[in-house]
């Protein structure tokens, strides 16, 4: 089971209004809460665990570079963001953020760096915000660059793909609200010099 989905390649690109975001290079964790329980759960894309002692401690086994994760969420985000949906009228709520720190590459971190929890998406009763209604409600934590607000165009992959943004590793373009939400990802040209480089042959297996 994937808690994140797989975001798709630019062709998903639809025209309209988008907003750009910086696509952070680090690992994808998930964070659950409840309104009778509060945050309960947390985990990679691929797994779940308890946010109570026992299951960190099974986490952190799991996951050694990943170590501390727990310990962040509850300083910087589990208050601010309870906050926040309390006050809304839904049940559950899940929310997505990236583990990073300067160093961060490929998944892989730098045990003795600082590391960031960014948010990047929430998921309120299994329908994620569209990105506009995200940035209202929480545009004011830390989350990803806003690199480019406005309407879609062909040109503006290119631009990605070039380098005009500055970003390390690419971006992530969404549109749409509800059902007609849509999300695309674009990485850098530099990006892919990067991995073949570092990957030879395997390079592919880090692109998507």
Known sequence: MLHYPKIPSSKHCRLGPCVVFDKLDGTNLHWDWDRDFGWHAFGTRRDSHNLLSEGIQGFERDHP????????????????????????????????????????????????????LVLFDVSLDSQMLGPEEFLDRLGHLDIPRVLYRGKFKGQLLEEIYEGKYDVPEGVVIKGGSGEQLWMAK???????????????????????
């Open 65 to 116: 570079n990943l170590r501390g994760a727990a310990e962040l969420f509850e300083r910087v985000l589990a208050s601010p963001t309870a906050e926040i949906l309390h006050d809304l009228p839904v049940r559950q709520a899940v929310l997505f953020t990236e583990f990073v720190g300067p160093g961060s590459f490929a998944g892989s971190h730098r045990a003795e760096e600082p590391k960031r």
């Open 186 to 208: 674009v990485k850098t040209r530099a990006y892919e010099q990067l991995l073949r480089k570092q990957f030879g042959g395997n390079w592919q297996d880090y692109w998507e």
